[in-house]
């Protein structure tokens, strides 16, 4: 059985993000592959301390608030004593920006936490935040919008790539909106108009010019839309039928909807006060902030003209890491998981390389249909290749069921969570029976899965000097194949291989026909 590579002496770096509604601390292991560097996270922290709520009349931060922030801090501290001053960076969004005694608070808090503390702009912080997602969600060819909710604020971003290019930061915020429209946690239908309508008034100001950009992709990044997402997902308000693949609902908790937020709305105003509210997933720390987060995002579909909105958990943290490392990662992230999982795993990079070189000329050699990217497809079958059989440093007996595991449950940075069921779903499918998959109504790969296993297959021996020239062909959902009969004749272990691949795929119903000539 074959370990794991790991790097002990990997550096360790620590983001500390002081937001209005939570204090978050992010520690990682900086990874440097041939394809870039990646961040793995190693270790988080996160305090609900709500700043923001803290805040008196007179822009005063409460002693309340104060020492709770303090409290956590020093937990924050105790984590990364010891750290390279270098590879820590610690920054404070928008409570710290209005707090009047916010010098003293940051005074305090850096003795507690042992490094310094920078208060960050507005604008810094949506550029941090593109950083952190951009990193994170799969790459686009144009233009990204990225929002995100915090507890006193809501940043926006326009960008391409890694760069960002339009930032706005607007002074409402999920702690904020409830306090002010919500207040002791009352609803009510009046109060929640009036509060989506003074978002959209903040809304209304930036949204001209953010619609004349465009763009090609939305995400909503950290707290209140991952919330809201799984708060959709969790009682099935997307209006969308949820399907099942690798054991996870696919898509469903990372994505909201404009039907899925109207739904959540109805639910929330059937009640009176938000310790009432009834909803599977809501969480206590999230109870008393939702209603204003809920109203904000509301208002950003509407000025937005959004439908729907990916969620990732990368945000303000991972940004700050990335910008600490004073260096920018200009290639597709998706790149540099797949080779880091093939460090992590000691892949054999030639038999993976074989693998997906075969894969790609026979896919390529297949109709296109009109609906299908297929250089996306061919990038995704690349990725399966690389990988698939990383599921051996656990063991040899079904490692494809490892492999797929591994790769359904893990990490992915770059990797939207459809691409990455349906990556998931290739390892599992690339060699074994394929009666798992035939009741998958969602899996539409086959053409995908029989380039893989074709190739898996005639790579058997772990050499290119065997090689058959191999013509693919496809019609109707059925499969053939071309090879030279004397070839056959003298690979009588691969013919047999293939004769077997054949009788797999009749078994589900799928015609496979092998041509000798």
């Given at each position: 059985?074959?370990?794991?590579?790991?790097?002990?002496?990997?550096?360790?770096?620590?983001?500390?993000?002081?937001?209005?509604?939570?204090?978050?601390?992010?520690?990682?292991?900086?990874?440097?592959?041939p394809s870039g560097t990646q961040l793995r996270p190693i270790d988080t922290l996160r305090e609900t301390v709500r700043l923001a709520a803290g805040l008196t009349e007179g822009k005063i931060l409460g002693n309340d608030a104060y020492q709770r922030g303090l409290v956590a801090i020093r937990r924050f501290g105790e984590r990364i004593r010891?750290?390279?001053?270098?590879?820590?960076?610690?920054?404070?969004?928008?409570?710290?920006?209005?707090?009047?005694?916010?010098?003293?608070?940051?005074?305090?808090?850096?003795?507690?936490?042992?490094?310094?503390?920078?208060?960050?702009?507005?604008?810094?912080?949506?550029?941090?935040?593109?950083?952190?997602?951009?990193?994170?969600?799969?790459?686009?060819?144009?233009?990204?919008?990225?929002?995100?909710?915090?507890?006193?604020?809501?940043?926006?971003?326009?960008?391409?790539?890694?760069?960002?290019?339009?930032?706005?930061?607007?002074?409402?915020?999920?702690?904020?909106?409830?306090?002010?429209?919500?207040?002791?946690?009352?609803?009510?239908?009046?109060?929640?108009?009036?509060?989506?309508?003074?978002?959209?008034?903040?809304?209304?100001?930036?949204?001209?010019?953010?619609?004349?950009?465009?763009w090609d992709q939305v995400i909503g990044s950290s707290g209140t839309a991952r919330a809201l997402a799984e708060l959709i997902a969790d009682n099935q308000l997307s209006g969308h039928g949820d399907s099942l693949s690798m054991g996870r609902i696919n898509g469903a908790s990372g994505l909201i909807t404009r039907e899925g937020l109207k739904?959540?709305?109805?639910?929330?105003?059937?009640?009176?006060?938000?310790?009432?509210?009834?909803?599977?997933?809501?969480?206590?720390?999230?109870?008393?902030?939702?209603?204003?987060?809920?109203?904000?995002?509301?208002?950003?579909?509407?000025?937005?003209?959004?439908?729907?909105?990916?969620?990732?958990?990368?945000?303000?943290?991972?940004?700050?890491?990335?910008?600490?490392?004073?260096?920018?990662?200009?290639?597709?992230?998706?790149?540099?998981?797949?080779?880091?999982?093939?460090?992590?795993?000691?892949?054999?990079?030639?038999?993976?390389?074989?693998?997906?070189?075969?894969?790609?000329?026979?896919?390529?050699?297949?109709?296109?249909?009109?609906?299908?990217?297929?250089?996306?497809?061919?990038?995704?079958?690349?990725?399966?290749?690389?990988?698939?059989?990383?599921?051996?440093?656990?063991?040899?007996?079904?490692?494809?069921?490892?492999?797929?595991?591994?790769?359904?449950?893990?990490?992915?940075?770059?990797?939207?969570?459809?691409?990455?069921?349906?990556?998931?779903?290739?390892?599992?499918?690339?060699?074994?029976?394929?009666?798992?998959?035939?009741?998958?109504?969602?899996?539409?790969?086959?053409?995908?899965?029989?380039?893989?296993?074709?190739?898996?297959?005639?790579?058997?021996?772990?050499?290119?000097?065997?090689?058959?020239?191999?013509?693919?062909?496809?019609?109707?959902?059925?499969?053939?194949?071309?090879?030279?009969?004397?070839?056959?004749?003298?690979?009588?272990?691969?013919?047999?291989?293939?004769?077997?691949?054949?009788?797999?795929?009749?078994?589900?119903?799928?015609?496979?026909?092998?041509?000798?000539?």
């Amino acid at each position: 059985m074959n370990s794991p590579v790991t790097n002990q002496e990997q550096e360790l770096v620590a983001a500390v993000d002081l937001g209005s509604n939570s204090l978050r601390l992010l520690v990682a292991q900086v990874i440097d592959t041939p394809s870039g560097t990646q961040l793995r996270p190693i270790d988080t922290l996160r305090e609900t301390v709500r700043l923001a709520a803290g805040l008196t009349e007179g822009k005063i931060l409460g002693n309340d608030a104060y020492q709770r922030g303090l409290v956590a801090i020093r937990r924050f501290g105790e984590r990364i004593r010891g750290f390279n001053p270098s590879n820590v960076r610690a920054v404070a969004t928008n409570t710290l920006r209005v707090a009047k005694n916010a010098a003293q608070f940051v005074a305090d808090a850096e003795k507690v936490l042992g490094f310094p503390i920078e208060v960050i702009a507005g604008v810094e912080e949506a550029r941090l935040i593109y950083i952190g997602a951009a990193h994170e969600v799969q790459a686009v060819p144009g233009n990204r919008l990225v929002v995100d909710i915090g507890g006193g604020s809501t940043e926006f971003v326009i960008g391409k790539g890694y760069e960002p290019k339009q930032m706005e930061s607007l002074y409402i915020g999920c702690v904020s909106h409830s306090i002010r429209f919500f207040p002791k946690g009352n609803i009510d239908a009046h109060a929640f108009k009036e509060a989506e309508l003074a978002a959209r008034r903040e809304i209304q100001v930036i949204s001209g010019a953010y619609l004349k950009s465009g763009w090609d992709q939305v995400i909503g990044s950290s707290g209140t839309a991952r919330a809201l997402a799984e708060l959709i997902a969790d009682n099935q308000l997307s209006g969308h039928g949820d399907s099942l693949s690798m054991g996870r609902i696919n898509g469903a908790s990372g994505l909201i909807t404009r039907e899925g937020l109207k739904n959540l709305k109805k639910c929330l105003l059937k009640y009176e006060h938000v310790n009432q509210v009834e909803l599977i997933g809501l969480k206590d720390d999230r109870r008393a902030v939702w209603p204003g987060g809920l109203a904000i995002m509301l208002a950003v579909f509407d000025e937005l003209n959004i439908d729907s909105m990916e969620v990732t958990d990368a945000a303000l943290r991972l940004g700050v890491l990335y910008d600490l490392l004073g260096r920018s990662q200009h290639h597709d992230m998706r790149y540099v998981t797949v080779e880091q999982f093939m460090q992590r795993y000691a892949v054999d990079r030639e038999q993976a390389g074989r693998v997906g070189k075969l894969s790609a000329e026979f896919l390529s050699q297949l109709p296109e249909s009109n609906a299908e990217s297929r250089s996306n497809n061919i990038a995704l079958l690349q990725w399966a290749a690389n990988p698939h059989e990383i599921g051996l440093s656990i063991s040899h007996n079904g490692y494809h069921k490892h492999s797929a595991y591994i790769a359904g449950y893990a990490d992915m940075p770059g990797f939207s969570k459809n691409d990455q069921a349906r990556l998931a779903t290739l390892l599992l499918g690339h060699t074994g029976k394929l009666g798992k998959l035939a009741n998958n109504l969602a899996f539409n790969d086959w053409r995908m899965l029989f380039c893989l296993r074709l190739a898996h297959v005639l790579s058997r021996g772990r050499s290119d000097l065997s090689q058959p020239q191999v013509k693919a062909s496809e019609s109707k959902g059925s499969f053939a194949i071309e090879l030279s009969k004397e070839w056959a004749k003298n690979h009588p272990l691969t013919e047999f291989s293939l004769q077997k691949e054949a009788a797999e795929w009749e078994r589900v119903g799928r015609s496979f026909k092998i041509v000798l000539k």
